[in-house]
């Protein structure tokens, strides 16, 4: 049943304009020759009631900035024209790490280094259970999460609807009804987020393909599967594919991961094709067809043919719609909003935050710039620094990336010393029998400072967080060669690397300090 708080479909109009007046408006609806869906809503700011801020969209970076503005005494108008709760929570995040830990467990039943003493079975992979599960959890966290902390907010109204800029101080929304609403505001968030990108591949649009979106909510397992893509989604989805069961092949245009150190591709790769994934790097479709239930892909090395099709080839922002040019908010060629460090767009009173501007994409980076949006929006002055940004890719072994690679401090001209440390010098891996993957420090020459981390390795995305902290505290490899770690620990190998610059770490004892 829908809040009395919320909007859409289902609302009359003295609901509607209630909902207006608890949040201090007075509204009226002017009517034109459709009685029933006209419905302009005009709204006019009494004394001493705040701002009024209008949120386009649900996601990390809307919530956030919606629940600061409210903190912060604004009144908001969050618009969401699909199911609440944005890409993380519904088809991103949180449905694909539950694959993906399903997947490992499935993988750790197979096959593991301790078989010769404990013996491995075939899992009976039951993959519609895995999806009422995993489903079951994704409504869980959004009714905890999203939908009821909006329903219990007063000064936050959802109106359910598609959102268009009208100007740079009012947007149009057309309702579920057919309807369409006017909603003035002395501030607003665009925090649309971003869908999957399709390539220009001849054919691929007249087939049956998949994007992250569809291949989280498949109830079947293809017998075989070609993914098409190198990066974060792709990786992620092929091996979880590869482990409860499909034939996985990947063509990547480069190699796997290419925006990364090489040695992490190089990595990644090997541990693929180890585990049965067909990696096929510098390899392109030219053409894609499906016929009889399969599809066909043409390439320089021939074709492939398979049962279903995985597009992964990134993201595109959602900002075409929104008539953005209306209210003077400029665009990249990627479509993309161009914001500063405050998340101001060109037109001064719109912010926008997430997946939709030039920020990476991720959506903790989202939350973080959508929370400092709001506390700008309501008259303060917050900045979102990036220099020391985590990242993980949860393959497995998993890949956690901070600071710069040497490749990135050589293009921005700082001088470097870096050492690479393979995973058979932790003792962690060492009693985990699991040695695949290394830990890379890149430093500054000249001052020996600390300037980017890469791992792969066994819960890489947990030992990131402490390089972060030492970089965010301008430490040398020194200094974080001195500290304290726990022994039999993965984060332990961060001061096994930093040891590396002034001694032989193969000729220490264990836990040396």
């Known amino acids: 049943m829908q809040s009395p708080k919320t909007t859409g479909a289902g609302a009359n109009p003295d609901q509607m304009l209630a909902a207006i007046t608890a949040l201090g408006y007075q509204g009226a609806f002017d009517e034109g020759d459709n009685k029933r869906n006209a419905g302009k809503i005009a709204t006019s700011k009494k004394g001493g009631s705040g701002l009024r801020i209008a949120v386009i969209g649900t996601g990390g970076a809307a919530m956030a900035a919606a ?121 607003c968030l665009v925090a649309t987020g971003a869908r999957p990108a399709v390539p220009l591949i001849a054919g691929l649009e007249d087939t049956p393909y998949w994007t992250s979106t569809e291949a989280l909510v498949s109830d079947t397992l293809p017998e075989r599967l070609a993914v098409i893509g190198s990066s974060v989604v792709a990786v992620e989805l092929a091996q979880a594919f590869a482990r409860l069961g499909s034939q996985v092949t990947i063509l990547a245009r480069s190699t796997l991961l290419t925006r990364e150190d090489p040695a992490i591709g190089e990595t990644i790769a090997a541990v693929f094709r180890a585990e049965g994934i067909e990696v096929l790097e510098h390899t392109q479709a030219g053409h894609v067809a499906h016929a009889n239930g399969e599809f066909i892909l043409t390439t320089g090395r021939g074709e492939v043919r398979v049962d279903k099709l995985l597009v992964a080839t990134g993201r595109t922002p959602n900002t075409p719609g929104l008539n953005l040019e209306a209210a003077g908010v400029k665009i990249n060629k990627q479509g993309e909003i161009v914001i500063d460090h405050g998340m101001r767009t060109s037109s001064p009173s719109i912010y926008a935050a997430g997946d939709c501007t030039d920020q990476p994409q991720f959506v903790y980076v989202a939350a973080a710039a959508g929370t400092r949006a709001a506390i700008n929006m309501t008259g303060g002055n917050a900045a979102l620094d990036l220099t020391a940004m985590p990242a993980v890719v949860f393959t497995d072994p998993q890949i956690a990336t901070v600071g710069v690679s040497e490749t990135q401090a050589h293009r921005d001209g700082i001088k470097t010393d870096s050492r690479l440390l393979p995973l058979d010098n932790v003792p962690r891996a060492l009693v985990n029998f699991d040695t695949r993957g290394f830990i890379k420090l890149v430093v500054e020459a000249r001052s020996g400072r600390l300037i980017g981390v890469q791992a792969v390795a066994q819960e890489a995305g947990e030992l990131i967080q402490t390089a972060v902290l030492a970089i965010r505290n301008r430490m040398t490899v020194q200094e974080l060669a001195d500290q304290l770690f726990p022994y039999l620990t993965m984060v332990e190998g961060l001061k096994l690397a930093a040891q590396t610059f002034s001694k032989d770490v193969k000729q220490l004892s264990c836990c040396a300090g």
């Open 67 to 187: 629940l600061k503005a409210a903190e912060r005494g604004a009144h908001v108008t969050i618009i969401e024209r699909g199911t609440i709760g944005g890409t993380c929570v519904n088809i991103g995040c949180v449905p694909s790490k539950i694959m993906i830990r399903a997947a490992h467990i499935a993988h750790l039943r197979r096959e593991s280094p301790f078989d010769g003493g404990i013996t491995a079975t075939e899992p009976a992979i039951q993959r519609s259970k895995l999806l009422a599960q995993q489903q079951a959890r994704v409504d869980e966290l959004r009714h905890a999460k999203y939908e009821g902390i909006l329903d219990g907010n007063p000064a936050i109204t959802v109106l359910y609807g598609e959102a268009r800029f009208k100007d740079g101080h009012a947007l149009t929304v057309r309702r579920a009804d057919g309807g369409e609403c006017v909603v003035a505001f002395d501030r």
